[in-house]
């Protein structure tokens, strides 16, 4: 059975930190590209980042600079390190895996979802 379970989230100010931490079982990591996701109120899914299992990483306009994606193959887990948050980046953060190699191909998963809220 395939889980992917989010963390970290939380009510922060402007200017703050978070770090998401998501934990994958049930697949074969190195098989999967992994990626946070985010949706606010009212508008649909949209992307943040990825990170390949080559350790490539892939970034929203939105977030270049502040973001950072990492992946730890030793305890499958990819982490989301936020800085500079602001009230724009509040809504809820998924986790993602998409297989990219041999029979993991055309497979795509998702964790539960954990909110981030930016506001003083």
């Known amino acids: 059975q395939v889980q992917l379970v989010e963390s970290g989230g939380g009510l922060v100010q402007p200017g703050g930190s978070l770090r998401l931490s998501c934990a994958a079982s049930g697949i074969r990591f190195n098989f999967y590209t992994m990626g946070w996701y985010r949706q606010a109120p009212g508008k649909q899914r949209e992307l943040v980042a990825t990170?390949?299992?080559?350790?490539?990483?892939n970034y929203a306009d939105s977030v270049k600079g502040r973001f950072t994606i990492s992946r730890d193959g030793a305890k499958n887990t990819v982490v989301l390190q936020m800085n500079s948050l602001k009230p724009e980046d509040t809504a809820v953060y998924y986790c993602?895996?998409?297989?990219?190699?041999?029979?993991?191909?055309?497979?795509?998963?998702w964790g539960q979802g954990t909110q981030v809220t930016v506001s003083s």
């Open positions: 993602n895996a998409r297989g990219v190699v041999a029979y993991a191909i055309n497979t795509n998963y």
């Open positions: 990170i390949t299992p080559g350790g490539s990483a």
